[in-house]
């Protein structure tokens, strides 16, 4: 499986920014897809973010769009997640995701059910 390190977090005031990192330990094939996934205390994990390297148009929860970005490096083999205007309720560990998901339409849909490598994860602790 590939290796995902994760990197970025910390704390922030309300309204401040983060961008985290996620370095895969290989290559990633056109057919992958990486994205964030994040975990509260006390509450499952939830998706936030993710992106196909066919150059599909990524795909966001509601709860964070218009304040995240993700993108991704193809030379550096690295997703990362830009995080704007952050809020307390942002609080949580992020992992990020590698997904074999394959081309065409329902990507996304792949990445969220089937399985594959995760990262150790950062915490990311938005103050009030």
């Known amino acids: 499986q590939v290796q995902l390190v994760e990197s970025g977090g910390g704390l922030v005031q309300a309204g401040g920014s983060l961008r985290l990192s996620c370095a895969a330990s290989e290559h990633i094939l056109s057919s992958d897809a990486m994205g964030w996934f994040r975990q509260a205390p006390g509450k499952e994990r939830e998706f936030v973010a993710a992106?196909?390297?066919?150059?599909?148009?990524?795909y966001y929860a509601d709860s964070v769009k218009g304040r995240f970005t993700i993108s991704r490096d193809n030379g550096k083999n690295t997703v990362y997640l830009q995080m704007n205007s952050l809020k307390p309720e942002d609080t949580a560990l992020y992992y990020c995701?590698?997904?074999?998901?394959?081309?065409?339409?329902?990507?996304?849909?792949?990445?969220?059910?089937?399985?594959?490598?995760w990262g150790q994860g950062t915490q990311v602790t938005v103050s009030s």
């Open positions: 995701a590698h997904r074999t998901a394959g081309y065409g339409g329902g990507w996304y849909r792949r990445f969220l059910s089937i399985t594959g490598s």
């Open positions: 992106i196909s390297w066919t150059g599909a148009m990524p």
